[in-house]
């Protein structure tokens, strides 16, 4: 099984900055994207920005050129940079990872989610 752990949410006013990070472990063999999603209350989930092992990054709309996601493939983490902060950023933010492991099997895990609020 793989563990996937946040942390860095909280209440932030408009225009403030965030940092979240996810570091993953348990039987990794190899991870080949990680990502972050958010869920606001009556939203569905919704991709924010995912990274590859390679570096490529993908962005939301809604947060390009505000977010900046970057990645330690030696340490399996993933962080999450938000700048200019929005109300309507505030959500829970998972975090997410996909790979292998030492068998083989792929997998794909999520975080538990961390609170994220913009309010003045």
């Known amino acids: 099984q793989v563990q996937l752990v946040e942390s860095g949410g909280g209440l932030v006013q408009p225009g403030g900055s965030l940092r979240l990070s996810c570091a993953a472990s348990?039987?990794?063999?190899?991870?080949?994207?990680m990502g972050w999603y958010r869920q606001a209350p009556g939203k569905q989930r919704e991709l924010v920005a995912a990274?590859?092992?390679?570096?490529?990054?993908n962005y939301a709309d809604s947060v390009k050129g505000r977010f900046t996601i970057s990645r330690d493939n030696a340490k399996n983490t993933v962080y999450l940079q938000m700048n200019s902060l929005k109300p309507e950023d505030t959500a829970v933010y998972y975090c997410?990872?996909?790979?292998?492991?030492?068998?083989?099997?792929?997998?794909?895990?999520w975080g538990q989610g961390t609170q994220v609020t913009v309010s003045s």
């Open positions: 997410n990872a996909m790979g292998s492991d030492p068998g083989g099997d792929d997998f794909g895990s």
């Open positions: 348990g039987s990794i063999f190899s991870i080949y994207a």
């Open positions: 990274i590859t092992s390679g570096g490529s990054t």
